[in-house]
């Protein structure tokens, strides 16, 4: 990065690509090119949206935090506007997900006791609360396949959730057909493969009724600490659109957490809700418990 910057001094993805792996502090010199070229004003915006988020990392390393947050703010509503998101869409989306929910549980396919080579495990919740961490954990056991985040779920689920295949046993059950069939690419021979795609904790109701063999585990951190972790990264993924607006977030938040309390209802300890923050500060204990709930030894 620092030599695609010697090439050409203003290439914005370079810096803000060198933003995601360093720490800064006051005297690195890219900060005063990246503050010269910013405030040049003539930018193109997606330009511009590249360099408000590596500023916002810079003076948020170096903690001028109003300054970080300016910058953070700039960023977030060009990379909003680009991707034209309202929050309407995702509500729309999660009363569509309460509504199939019955129809999908009226639809529950018999699902054989034919012997399952690859049995899923889904590490799902809010984007950037601790999904990542806990794959890595279980992931070292020798009898799992660590796959990371899988569009499976998404790809077959979705049309289902939004009516655009009709529920019925025989589509769910090519629900369930689909996803395996892709998992078991993914296992490197062992029984039980990670799906740490976070959005998951929407297709709860879809998976436990045509998965029921697969483990569910749902990482809750702290609302203030995952809301502004996602404020503070230009995601690639179009799909967390509403990780633009500190107000998209809180109401997304909500609807989140309004979906697990009904996921809670239907299915109780089915699922097993993981504290990041407890993870972390008592990490084998909690992983011993993990491994239990997910039956390895």
């Known amino acids: 990065y620092k030599k695609a910057i010697e090439i050409n001094p203003n290439f914005a993805e370079a810096y ?22 910013y405030s040049t004003g003539n930018l193109k915006e997606k330009t511009a949206c590249v360099l408000a988020f590596a500023l916002g990392k810079v003076y948020g390393d170096i903690g001028d935090n109003e300054k970080a947050f300016t910058f953070l703010k700039e960023g977030n509503a060009l990379r909003k506007k680009f991707l034209n998101y309202n929050i309407s869409e995702d509500q729309i989306l999660f009363s569509q997900i309460k509504t199939s929910y019955e129809l999908i549980s009226g639809s529950q396919p018999k699902i054989a006791n034919e012997e399952v080579m690859t049995t899923p495990i889904f590490i799902l919740g809010m984007p ?14 020798s009898k799992v396949s660590g796959a990371g985040e899988l569009e499976f779920s998404s790809q077959y689920g979705l049309p289902l959730i939004r009516g655009h295949i009709k529920i019925s046993k025989e589509s769910l059950k090519s629900f369930r057909s689909q996803y395996l069939d892709n998992l078991k690419k993914l296992s490197n021979g062992k029984p039980f493969v990670t799906d740490k795609m976070p959005s998951n904790f929407r ?84 992983t011993r418990k993990l491994i239990e709930y997910i039956d390895l030894p």
């Open 16 to 37: 803000g690509n060198i933003s995601k792996i360093k720490k800064f502090e006051h005297a690195d010199i890219q900060i005063d090119q990246m503050e010269k070229i």
């Open 203 to 286: 297709y709860i109701g879809l998976i436990r009724n045509t998965l029921p063999e697969a483990k569910i585990i749902h990482v809750r951190r702290a609302p203030a600490a995952v809301c502004w972790s996602n404020f503070k990264l230009n995601f690639v993924s179009r799909g967390l659109a509403f990780t633009y607006d500190l107000k998209d977030l809180v109401e997304y938040y909500g609807l989140y957490k309004n979906l697990m309390n009904f996921w809670k209802e239907q299915y109780g300890d089915y699922i097993y809700h993981l504290d990041y923050e407890k993870l972390t500060e008592n990490q084998e204990e909690e």
């Open 128 to 141: 950037r609360s601790g999904t990542t961490l806990v794959e890595q954990i279980i992931s070292c056991h």
